[in-house]
C-alpha cells in the first residue's frame, strides 16, 4: 500500500478522466463519488474502479456526456433511461428532479436503468438527507451472491442505503446484502491478501479463503437465509419498478465490454419533521459490551475514518497507484 493526499489522488483522476474525454461537471461527480468511498474505507468502491470507468467510455458502452432521459409514469414516479451515462451523473440528475416532487407530493421515486455502476449509495443518501429529505436508495448487479442453501451466483450484492435528516448530522446506512461486496475481493486480490473463510465459495461450491479463486465462484449471503430473502427481495423491486436484467442476465458492472443492464431505485421522501437527536444521543450513551469502546450510530465510523484520511492521506493499492499514474499520463495505458 502507499499513502497518497487526497488532492494528489483528486488532481491524478481528473487528468485520467479529462483523457478519456469527461466533461468538467460530470468528472467532478464522478471522482466525488470514488473520493469519498477511498475517504471512508470502502476502497472497493473507490478509485479501484476508475480504469473500468476509462475503458468502458473507450469501448463505447459508456457515454460521459449523457444525464439520463425522464419520464414521468406518474405525477411521483420518474422512469429514466441512463442513455449509457456514468451512474453517478444519472442518478444525481434524477435526484435533483425528484426532491421538487417530493416536495409536493410528499414522496418521488426514480427507478433507473441503462446506467452505469451508480457507485457507494451512501454518497447519495447523505446528500440527499443533508437537503432535508429522507431517502431509500436500492441497485442490483451480476450474480454475484449465492442463494442460501446454494452452490452457484444467482443474485446481486444488491445494497440499499438510508438516509435520514435528524436535526443534527444525517442518520446514514449503506449495506450490501452480500457479506462482502465483490469490489471488495478484488480489493483482497490486487493486494494479495487472502479473504477470510465464510466470505465466498470457489466455482466449485466450496468455500475458499482465496481472493483470485473467489473471483470465479460466489459471494455468501449476509446474515444466511435472512440476507438471502432481502437480496431477493430488493432485486426483485429493482427489477420490476425499473426493467432491468435479473440474475445472470445482468452485465456491465465488471467487465469493460457489456452495456449495462442493472437497475437502480431512489426513493425521496419529504421531511422527516422532528427532531430525532435526543434518540440518538440516549443510543451513543449506552454502556458498551465486552469488546467495544462506545456504541456508534451507522455512518460514524465512516465519517471519522473521513476525516483521519483528509489529514494523513489515503492508502492506495501500489498496483492501482501505478495504473492510474500511468491512465494520467499516458491515453492508451
Given amino acids: 500500500m502507499v499513502i497518497v493526499q487526497a488532492n494528489v489522488l483528486r488532481r491524478v483522476a481528473e487528468e485520467v478522466l479529462r483523457r478519456a474525454g469527461v466533461g468538467g461537471e460530470h468528472r467532478r461527480q464522478q471522482i466525488d463519488l470514488l473520493m469519498e468511498a477511498d475517504l471512508r474505507g470502502v476502497s472497493s468502491h473507490g478509485l479501484l474502479r476508475l480504469e473500468r470507468i476509462v475503458h468502458r467510455i473507450r469501448n463505447g458502452v459508456s457515454d460521459p456526456g449523457a444525464t439520463g432521459r425522464h419520464v414521468w409514469r406518474s405525477p411521483s414516479?420518474?422512469?429514466?433511461?441512463?442513455?449509457?451515462?456514468?451512474?453517478?451523473?444519472?442518478?444525481?440528475q434524477a435526484l435533483e428532479v425528484l426532491k421538487p416532487r417530493a416536495r409536493e407530493n410528499g414522496v418521488a421515486l426514480a427507478a433507473i436503468t441503462n446506467s452505469n455502476h451508480v457507485g457507494m449509495l451512501g454518497w447519495y443518501a447523505e446528500r440527499v438527507a443533508e437537503a432535508g429529505f429522507t431517502i431509500i436508495a436500492l441497485s442490483t448487479s451480476e450474480a454475484l451472491v449465492h442463494p442460501w442453501g446454494g452452490r452457484m451466483a444467482m443474485l446481486g450484492t444488491n445494497p440499499i442505503a438510508i438516509g435520514i435528516p435528524t436535526g443534527g448530522a444525517p442518520f446514514m446506512m449503506d449495506t450490501a446484502t452480500s457479506v462482502v461486496s465483490m469490489g471488495e475481493i478484488h480489493d483482497h486480490a490486487n493486494r494479495g491478501q487472502p479473504i477470510p473463510l465464510g466470505w465466498a465459495i470457489d466455482s466449485a461450491g466450496n468455500p475458499t479463503t482465496d481472493a483470485n479463486a473467489a473471483k470465479q465462484g460466489a459471494i455468501g449471503p449476509f446474515g444466511q437465509a435472512k440476507g438471502y430473502a432481502l437480496g431477493l427481495a430488493f432485486e426483485l423491486i429493482v427489477g420490476s419498478l425499473s426493467g432491468a436484467a435479473?440474475?445472470?442476465d445482468v452485465r456491465g458492472t465488471l467487465d469493460d465490454t457489456n452495456v449495462c443492464n442493472k437497475g437502480d431505485v431512489f426513493i425521496v421522501i419529504d421531511g422527516p419533521r422532528r427532531d430525532l437527536q435526543d434518540y440518538l444521543e440516549a443510543i451513543r450513551h449506552l454502556p458498551p459490551a465486552e469488546g467495544f469502546d462506545e456504541v456508534l450510530i451507522p455512518g460514524e465510523r465512516g465519517r471519522a475514518c473521513r476525516d483521519r484520511r483528509l489529514s494523513e492521506g489515503i492508502p492506495i493499492a501500489d498496483e492501482v497507484w501505478s495504473r492510474l499514474q500511468a491512465l494520467a499520463c499516458c491515453e492508451t495505458a
Avoid: I, S
Fill in 77 to 92: 414516479f420518474l422512469a429514466v433511461d441512463g442513455e449509457r451515462g456514468l451512474g453517478p451523473v444519472v442518478a444525481n
Fill in 246 to 248: 435479473l440474475g445472470r
